[in-house]
């Protein structure tokens, strides 16, 4: 699966911005989905994640009540809508899919080594 991220850019704290990442290269059965992010001088770290069947999802205890993960299965497309954005939210964020390895339906992946693809980043820079 090929991903292609977008809808990064430069907001003031409080703001939001909308994330999309576009699957494409396989069809059929949508698969777990998840959104990391890599400030910079940090290690790459989980922000969310979707199963593939969409009853599970799971989110990292900063974003938690401000961000929320969302597929549209016809548009083959992820989304991250973040809300109430603040400076230290500020990073690069990655798209991945859990595509090729063998998964259960509900569980939503949080680590990045469950992921077989990735995208290329969007960069997300939050003003104070």
């Known amino acids: 699966v090929q991903l292609q991220a977008s809808g990064g850019g430069l907001v003031q704290a409080g703001g939001s911005l909308r994330l999309s990442c576009a699957a494409s290269?396989?069809?059929?059965?949508?698969?777990?989905v998840g959104w990391f992010r890599q400030a910079p001088d940090k290690e790459r770290e989980f922000v969310t994640a979707?199963?593939?069947?969409?009853?599970?999802?799971r989110l990292q205890d900063s974003v938690k009540g401000r961000f929320t993960i969302s597929r549209n299965v016809v548009k083959n497309t992820v989304y991250l809508q973040m809300n109430s954005l603040k400076p230290e939210d500020t990073a690069v964020y990655y798209c991945?899919?859990?595509?090729?390895?063998?998964?259960?339906?509900?569980?939503?992946?949080?680590?990045?080594?469950?992921?077989?693809?990735w995208g290329q980043g969007t960069l997300v820079t939050v003003s104070s």
């Open positions: 991945a899919a859990r595509s090729t390895s063998d998964y259960n339906v509900h569980v939503a992946y949080t680590r990045a080594r469950d992921y077989d693809d």
């Open positions: 290269g396989r069809t059929g059965s949508p698969y777990p």
């Open positions: 979707l199963s593939a069947r969409g009853d599970s999802t």
